[in-house]
C-alpha cells in the first residue's frame, strides 16, 4: 500500500527566507506526483505536476523536484512572502492505488 | 485546467438524515473522484465514479453508505446516508481530464453533523 510522508509538519520562517519542502512515498512506481496548496477551509489549489519521467517542475518562485527511484520529492520556495503561508500537500497517483495518495502536508506559516 | 463547481459549499445537517453533493464541471473529463477530509487530517480517497457504471469503491466505504451517481462525463453526485457525527468532514470532487493527468479539486462541501 502506498504512503506518502511529509517533513515537517510545521514550519515558521520570516519573510523573504527561502525554504524547503520534503515529501517521501514507498511505492516508486508512480505516474506522477503533484503538489497542492490548502488555505483555510477552501479546497486544494494544485502548484505543480511532476510526471514520473521528469527531474523537476517549476512556476515562479516554486521549484519541485521528483527522485523517484529514492521515492523523494522536494518542494523549494523562494524569497517566501506572507501569502504562502498555506498547508501544502504532496500526492502520488500510482504506486498500487487508485486516485491520488496523499501525506498529512505540511503547515506553513510566513511572519511579515 | 477544470473548473468544477461543488454544492453546496457547506450545510449542517441532523443525524440520521442524507446529504447530496453536486460536482459540475465545465468539460467533459475522463475520471471523477471523491475525497473525504477529516477534522485535522489529509484527503482520503472514498471512491472513483465511474460514467454508466457503479462506483469503484475504496476499502472501507461501501456503495450504502456512499452512493455516487455519474450520469454523464461533466457531473456526478456524492450522496452521504444516514449521518452520524463521525461524518462531519469536508467532502471533495476531483477530476483528471484524461486517466493519470493533473487533477483538479472542487472548493469542497463542508458538512457538519449534529
Known amino acids: 500500500k502506498q504512503e506518502v510522508t511529509q517533513i515537517p509538519a510545521a514550519l515558521s520562517v520570516p519573510e523573504g527566507e527561502n525554504l524547503v519542502l520534503n515529501c517521501s512515498f514507498t511505492d516508486s512506481a508512480i505516474y506522477n506526483l503533484q503538489w497542492f496548496r490548502q488555505d483555510p477551509g477552501k479546497g486544494l489549489t494544485s502548484l505543480l505536476l511532476i510526471q514520473s519521467s521528469q527531474r523537476e517542475q517549476t512556476s515562479g518562485r516554486l521549484n519541485a523536484s521528483l527522485d523517484k527511484s529514492s521515492g523523494r520529492s522536494t518542494l523549494y520556495i523562494a524569497a517566501s512572502q506572507p501569502g504562502d503561508s498555506a498547508t501544502y500537500l504532496c500526492?502520488?497517483?500510482?504506486?498500487?492505488?487508485?486516485?491520488?495518495?496523499f501525506g498529512k502536508g505540511t503547515h506553513l506559516i510566513i511572519q511579515p | 485546467s477544470a473548473v468544477i463547481s461543488q454544492k453546496p459549499s457547506r450545510d449542517i445537517c441532523q443525524r440520521g438524515t442524507s446529504l447530496t453533493i453536486q460536482c459540475q464541471v465545465d468539460s467533459q473529463v475522463t475520471m471523477m473522484f471523491w475525497y473525504r477530509q477529516q477534522p485535522g487530517q489529509s484527503l482520503t480517497l472514498i471512491a472513483t465514479?465511474?460514467?454508466?457504471?457503479?462506483?469503484?469503491?475504496e476499502s472501507g466505504f461501501v456503495i450504502d453508505k456512499f452512493p455516487i451517481s455519474r450520469p454523464n462525463l461533466t457531473f456526478s453526485t456524492l450522496t452521504v446516508s444516514n449521518m452520524s457525527p463521525e461524518d462531519s468532514s469536508i467532502y471533495l470532487c476531483?477530476?483528471?481530464?484524461?486517466?493519470?493527468?493533473?487533477?483538479?479539486f472542487g472548493q469542497g462541501t463542508r458538512l457538519t453533523v449534529v
Open positions: 465514479a465511474n460514467q454508466g457504471s457503479e462506483a469503484t469503491y
Open positions: 476531483s477530476v483528471e481530464e484524461t486517466a493519470n493527468t493533473e487533477a483538479f
Open positions: 500526492a502520488v497517483l500510482g504506486g498500487g492505488a487508485d486516485g491520488l495518495t
